[in-house]
């Protein structure tokens, strides 16, 4: 039985990672002459939001603390202007979260992205309106791997764990839903994400 069912955004409701790492590393090479390399990306960095990821990167000596909030900025401008000419409405996504409302199941999302980022996507995707709950990264104390924001959608719907799905994509994301003791549908990337994930539990 399932009562509830949250996504992650990016990488699971709109293939969006890639439009996140080119943002960053535009807005790393504008300001301190840095990039992530590719596969370091993908081993360390994705999943995490921004202020985590040049907190890291300040560790590692790549980017001085004075230069976080320009940096973060510029990314965000860079990732704004990304979303506007690639994202585009999913009839999939809509199809899906529609097909689970109809059959009584709550939908929500859950980003380490902030919340301007995230709404503007699933604007421009068509599914903003659909869904019931959207927690941001701006809406925890601790972002992704920590479970806090799927155990806050969650109380919200005064659900069992044992009946609420998570859709994840990335290593970070895998533990907090695997932490907040929901049951995890992992998934590549956002193209495999449609209603027959659900074909188990949807007749």
Avoid at 65 to 93: P, Y
Avoid at 103 to 112: L, P
Avoid at 144 to 152: N, Q, T
Wanted: aromatic share 6%; hydrophobic share 40%.
């Amino acid at each position: 039985m399932i009562e509830l069912v949250i996504f992650d955004l990016d990488g699971v409701l709109v293939d969006a990672c890639e439009w996140h790492r080119s943002a960053l590393n535009q807005a790393l090479l504008e300001v301190c002459d840095y990039e992530i390399p590719l596969e370091e990306h993908y081993s360390t960095f994705n999943g995490l939001p921004t202020k985590e990821k040049l907190k890291l990167l300040t560790k590692q000596k790549h980017v001085k603390r004075k230069d976080h909030e320009v940096i973060s900025q510029r990314k965000q401008e860079l990732t704004l202007e990304l979303i506007q000419k690639k994202a585009k409405r999913s009839k999939v996504k809509i199809d899906m979260i529609k097909a689970l409302k109809e059959k009584g199941i709550h939908v929500a999302c859950f980003t380490n992205s902030i919340r301007e980022t995230a709404e503007l996507m699933l604007k421009q995707t068509g599914v903003l309106d659909l869904l019931e709950e959207l927690v941001t990264n701006e809406d925890v104390k601790k972002p992704k791997p920590s479970p806090e924001g799927y155990l806050k959608v969650i109380r919200k719907f005064k659900v069992s764990k044992k009946n609420v799905v998570i859709i994840e994509d990335s290593p970070k994301g895998y533990a907090a839903a695997k932490a907040a003791g929901a049951r995890v549908i992992p998934v590549a990337n956002a193209k495999g994400v449609e209603i027959g994930l659900f074909s188990e539990w949807i007749k």
